[in-house]
């Protein structure tokens, strides 16, 4: 075989006369009147490279080269004739004069050709997954991936992180999402749940003596289907002992900067801290996109002097209205309004009271009832002629933040009002402990129930759970959760009062975390800790929208891989080894 010297990327003017050998995919083929041209592929670039009838053995040999054929190929490196360069490519200005050419592998005729991908559907792209991972773009993102595992890693091994794997095969974790279940052949009737995160291994790991925990771990959620989800996904798992929160954070920070600086050279400033309840006040949302302003402003004190019923009879019942100004909004047909109107209802709105300001007056939509305060209300809102003002009314302040949340980023979106050049950090802290589960009529834990709250809330857990908060951060960007952790309960006593309040009593508790709970009573650290999305962080680093993207062999909305045609029916024989029998409604099994 022609043994590799070069790859395609690397050949530049100054290699023009070496003898050198490439390997690669033949990316494309054009034959000019007796001269064949092709462009060879692989990881690193293209090169050019030209068969001339002289060379009669390789130029017979190259018109019989089709797409995605595996050639290796023997030349001289040569200067491209004037005006033949190509300034696209980083090797435009040289071409390969083929003396010999071996075909490694011929192809047949594929589904698509690599580089026509972003043209195909992702379900064929899926289940070539192969022929669709030799793109450019497929291998970018294959190497942003891993060289941020590589960077984490070597961050954490020089602040004295240990990595350390922790079983896939275990009991089920609490991070609140439906767990996948695996039989166990020994244990006939018996299962493992495959980890929702290593949640309570890395706190094991604290009491073990361990200080310092880091892993690119594989988590298992079988959440119900969402374009951003994914059945399988990978977080950057950290865990420290002897910290309080401003460590936790100080360091996962670094961690960010070094990985933004080496793969974008962006600098992360100093990240600055958000309340949950502003970050929820003001942008109608835990993870706030501050890239643009809509900010929500109360303006119930305005809204209680006008006669509009809709304000009033909701500020008897102890509601709320605020409002955003739009800038530009004005523009919006009232076709367009009434669509918001109807689309915000998905979100617990009743409607979408609108006005817009032209010529300092309000007008449109319930301009008339809002006559008497145009004044006041235009100067709290610092608005202006052009603007659209959207009103968020609802007896529950949860719903005007939710609905005015959702608009805000929707209106930004749709008017263009992000500066997507921008990233804007923020840790989200002080959040709530718990929140009440209306439905199921309990509290839920916010982030899960190992969550430390503050010192000074904890003798209100039982009197009012609902003020306490918890030592937990998010840290945010550009609106996308990049991470989150807490500071852990690392006395049993403490975590027993809070698993009461979530309605897991004493035995439930050691049925479930007995080992948690008896490895807290022989002494563990104060802890704490946070994961990163790795998925999520490739995602933004690569600017793609696309979760499956980021994976190497994702999975559809439905769970399904398309190229192993996983899950998929297993033998009888294998389900006798589990004592298993399956039983469905209908004969066949579900199609994914
Ligand atoms: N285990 C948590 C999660 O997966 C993160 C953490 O608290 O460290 O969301």
Known sequence: MLKR?????????????????????????????????????DREGLTQVVFHPEHADAHKLASSLRDEDVVAVGGTCMKREAG?????????????????????????????????????????????????????????????????TKIVRDYFDAHGFYEIETPVLCRSTPEGARDYLVPSRLAPGSFYALPQSPQLFKQVLMASGVERYLQIAKCFRDEDPRADRQAEFTQIDVEMSFVEQEDVMAMTEGMVRRVWKEILDVDVPPVRRMGYAEAVGRYGSDRPDLRFALELVDVSDIAKQTDFKVFTGTLEKGGLVKAIRVPGGGSLSRKQTDELAEWVKQFGAGGL????????????????????????????????????????????????????????????????????SRWEWVWVVDFPAVEWNDEQKRWDSLHHPFTAPFAEDLDKLASDPASVRSQAYDLVVNGVELGGGSIRIHRPEVQQKVFSLLGIDEEAAKAKFGFLLDALRYGAPPHGGLAFGLDRMVMLLTGTDSIRDVIAFPKTQMGADLMTEAPAPVDDAQLRELSLRVALATKKPAAV
């Open 353 to 420: 009271p609108v006005t817009k300001i032209e010529g300092g007056k309000l007008t449109t939509g319930i301009s008339k009832f809002l006559e008497p305060v145009t004044a006041p209300l235009i100067e709290k809102l610092g608005a202006a002629d052009g603007d659209l003002i959207c009103f968020g009314v609802d007896a529950k302040s949860t719903v005007v933040h939710r609905v005015l949340g959702e608009l805000r980023l929707r209106l930004a979106r749709e008017l263009g009002l992000i500066d997507k």
């Open 5 to 41: 010297t070069h790859d395609c990327g690397s050949l530049r003017i100054e290699d023009a006369g070496k003898t050198v050998t490439l390997a690669g995919w033949v990316n494309s083929y054009r034959d000019h009147g007796g001269v064949i041209f092709i462009d060879l592929r």
């Open 84 to 148: 033949m360069e190509n300034p696209k490519l980083p090797t435009g200005a040289i071409e390969l004069d083929a003396l010999h050419v071996e075909i490694l592998n011929k192809a047949q005729t594929p589904p698509f050709r690599p580089f026509d991908a972003p043209k195909v559907s992702e379900d064929k792209r899926l289940k070539y997954r192969y022929l669709d991972m030799r793109s450019g773009r497929m291998q970018h993102i294959l190497r942003v991936r891993h060289r941020v």
